[in-house]
């Protein structure tokens, strides 16, 4: 079935950029996702990415997608202490009248002061 | 507000009860998914619907039962609760209205003892 992977943990210094980044198997994927979750929270949607396109830029955040390699990245610049969190990378599948996502574990994103 | 809303956000169940989970959206969403999140896991999917009157089998569906007698409604069933159903439930949802756009509800934290 499918896959996303992403690394567990990242530690950045407040001010520094973050990277946090994901791999996902399914070559039929139509978005890609990136989730934040603070402690005792729900999901919080921070962007997506058509996965036609290689590149999505809001803010602070970058999103690059290499289809080629099915590697996806989420790019945070100046990292503030209110960025630490869980930031969870999905993938979305789209067929047989489904659409469905698979999300990766997670990666905590600890932001030193 | 528009949106997605679990209850009870909160629950404890001895081994061997049984409890419902609702899920209610009011933005007319066809396609609905109940997760579990659990620690270094991620979020897995349990049970999704594609419409009212339809639900399928996701990842772990095993000990959970659900129905979606109501287009805005996707109940989430536990017949015999055990320890390892021990989580925190997310209700998600997306349809036409909401674009490329999957709503979670804010988590039901679910306690098996």
């Known amino acids: 079935g499918e896959d996303v992977e992403q690394s567990l943990f990242l530690s950045v210094r407040e001010g520094d950029s973050s990277v946090i980044n994901c791999t996902y198997t399914?070559?039929?994927?139509?978005?890609l996702y990136w989730y934040k979750q603070e402690p005792g929270a729900g999901l919080q949607l921070l962007t997506y990415?058509?996965?036609?396109?290689d590149m999505k830029q809001d803010q602070r955040l970058t999103v690059l997608l290499n289809k080629k390699d099915k590697h996806l990245s989420l790019r945070i610049a100046d990292t503030q202490t209110g960025d630490s969190a869980i930031y969870f990378c999905?993938?979305?599948?789209?067929?047989?009248?489904?659409?469905?996502?698979?999300f990766g574990k997670g990666t905590k994103l600890s932001v030193i002061p | 507000n528009a949106g997605v809303t679990q209850t009870p956000k909160f629950r404890v169940l001895k081994t061997g009860q049984s409890m419902t989970l609702l899920c209610a959206q009011d933005?007319?969403?066809?396609?609905m998914y109940w997760y579990r999140q659990d620690p270094g896991m991620g979020l897995r999917l349990i049970h999704y619907?594609?419409?009212?009157?339809?639900?399928a089998k996701g990842e772990v569906p095993d000990g959970y039962n659900v129905s979606r007698l109501k287009k805005q409604n996707f109940l989430l069933g536990l017949e015999s609760a055990a320890p390892s159903q021990t989580s925190v439930y997310f209700c998600?949802?997306?349809?036409?209205?909401?674009?490329?756009?999957?709503?979670f509800g804010e988590g039901s934290w679910l306690t098996v003892v």
């Open positions: 619907s594609v419409g009212e009157g339809t639900t």
């Open positions: 990415i058509f996965s036609n396109m």
């Open positions: 399914d070559s039929s994927s139509t978005y």
């Open positions: 998600a949802s997306i349809g036409q209205t909401s674009g490329n756009t999957i709503y």
């Open positions: 999905a993938d979305a599948y789209s067929g047989a009248g489904s659409y469905q996502l698979t």
């Open positions: 933005m007319n969403h066809e396609y």
